[in-house]
């Protein structure tokens, strides 16, 4: 039986939490050009907090032996592996087109390296035959090495939910598929190993990619449609989740709630299904639609605050406002792609004081990213707000003392739906 030395390449929430799996059975190099997240993962630190500090350092205690995990910037530490997984991310630009430039730059360091016999497999979300079109030239042209002769390729698309602390990467079922038949079979027994929940083996790399693409974009279309709910209860003085509810006594209903869409997939994800949908000569109408009203959510939400605030007498402009929530879903410290920034550029078009405040994400990446301050700490705040917007159901937020930081006439709008109705004014 052949030895795997297995590479990941990208070390964020995809790919560290697969690399600590495979560590457990293989010997595996975790590489990523960021230095500061390598110097941080060499001291047992996971800023993502995928995995606890126990369980990296137990993996990377055991990688001087033949199985284990070892993390490195530098890319001549993973010439001796032959199985190279490639899980960095696909994002979209400011016109929502796909951006190729990670995954292209990865299988250009991959191809720095790659030798006869090596299988490299793809595991970011792409659009059907981005694989076979777009990056096995490039692993060709930088190695000198002929596909599916020299090397081969595999496609095992992610599943990680970040923050989901029970569907982890081993739970969950994992599609593969592979360049020949031979390959498919390895790459299936190879993930086999590690993942309990199993694996279901695509026919060819292009279904393994389409099946991907339409797990998100099916569930953004679905969160679009009660996103139009909540937009016509509203309207009708019904309350959304008390419909939801309701329909949801009925065995085949499905139990989606309205909310901000975003994240690294979801809001993402879509896209791509429609680029290469529309290179083929096919307008997609629903997911595009689906697409147009969950982005627009933050600005409904912000506009409806305001209306509740005139409505209630509260005078806008220069009021102090409480934003619960910065990352893109609760319980979780990810902030890519996340749609609360939608509401606070709305706000401050009117001139209203905000301030965020997220006990889960780095203020530094906020910056970075948003150019937002975020705080973690209410306790610092003194002064009493005008209202609050509760964008994202961290635990922490359902345990706040509203009456505490609140004036007596303000407002409160609850997106996601955890708050007791007699203290909101608004929701979706």
């Known amino acids: 039986m052949r030895e795997y030395n297995i590479a990941i390449i990208g070390l964020g929430y995809v790919g560290l939490p697969l690399a600590v799996e495979f560590a457990k059975k293989y010997k595996v190099v975790g590489f990523d050009i960021n230095k500061q997240r390598i110097s941080s993962l060499q001291l047992g630190i996971d800023s993502t907090l995928e995995i606890s500090q126990e369980t990296l350092s137990l993996v990377l205690s055991s990688s001087k032996s033949s199985i284990g995990l070892k993390v490195t910037s530098e890319l001549n530490e993973i010439k001796s592996c032959n199985i190279y997984i490639i899980t960095v991310p696909t994002p979209t630009d400011k016109n929502n087109r796909p951006d190729l430039t990670p995954l292209l730059k990865a299988s250009e360091s991959v191809g720095n390296v790659l030798k006869v016999d090596d299988i490299v ?72 190993s590690v993942i309990v929940a199993g694996t279901h083996k695509a026919p060819n790399i292009r279904v393994a990619e389409a099946a991907k693409v339409i797990e998100n974009s099916q569930r953004d279309i679905n969160i679009a449609f009660v996103n139009e709910l909540s937009k016509i209860f509203n309207l009708l003085g019904i309350n959304t989740n008390d419909v939801l509810e309701a ?16 994240g690294h997939c979801i809001g993402v994800d879509p896209y791509y299904l429609a680029q290469k949908a529309q290179e083929v000569g096919y307008h997609p109408e629903i997911i595009l639609a689906g697409r147009r009203l969950n982005d627009g959510m933050g600005e409904y939400i912000a506009h409806e605050f305001i209306k509740l605030m005139v409505k209630k007498d509260v ?62 700490d209410l306790s610092k705040c003194t002064e009493k707000f005008d209202g609050v917007i509760l964008a994202v159901a961290h635990d922490e937020f359902i345990k706040l003392d509203f009456s505490e930081i609140l004036k007596p006439n303000s407002v409160v709008f609850d997106v996601k739906g955890i708050l007791p109705n007699q203290i909101v004014d608004g929701r979706l």
Not at 159 to 186: F, Y
Not at 249 to 255: C, D, G, S
Not at 315 to 333: D, H, Q, R, W, Y
């Open 315 to 376: 005078p806008v402009k220069s009021a102090n406002i409480l934003m619960l929530g910065i990352t893109f879903k609760e319980n979780c410290p990810d902030v890519r792609n996340t749609k609360v920034v939608d509401i606070v550029r709305v706000l401050k078009e009117f001139h209203l004081n905000i301030t965020i405040f997220d006990p889960w994400a780095s203020s530094d990446e906020v910056m970075r990213e948003y150019k937002l301050t975020s705080i973690s």
């Open 121 to 192: 497999i793809y595991e970011s979300t792409v659009y059907p035959g981005v694989t076979e079109d777009e990056c096995i030239p490039v692993l060709e042209r930088i190695s000198s090495l002929e596909f599916n002769k020299d090397f081969f390729v595999g496609y095992s698309p992610e599943r990680i939910n970040p923050g989901d602390k029970e569907h982890t990467v081993s739970k969950i079922l994992k599609v593969t598929s592979g360049s020949d038949e031979q390959t498919a079979e390895t790459v299936d027994q190879l993930y086999k």
């Open 247 to 262: 329909a949801g006594t009925k065995w085949n209903f499905l139990k989606f709630k309205p909310g901000l869409v975003g």
